[in-house]
């Protein structure tokens, strides 16, 4: 996970701090899981095409929050001041 390490690096260049990047996380999945009960609990029928768009939306969407999920669990998993060292090009 090397790009983690230069995404957090780079918010520690801005001051982020692990609270910080945590809660953006978590504002993150929230949409997310809203927007994804918003689509399956939607019982309209618009037809084949769309409902192919749906499934492949909530394809997406459950992705999107098993990622971020997965940051939490990472960040979470670092001790809070844990220095990210640059990497030499």
Known sequence: MDWVETLLRKSCENTLTKSEVLHSLFHMI?????????????TRNFGPELEELKQTEIRDLDFHLKFYRSLVNYINSMPEKK???PTSR
């Open 30 to 42: 929230e949409v997310n899981e809203k927007t994804l009960h918003q689509i399956q609990s939607d």
């Open 83 to 85: 220095t990210v060292e």
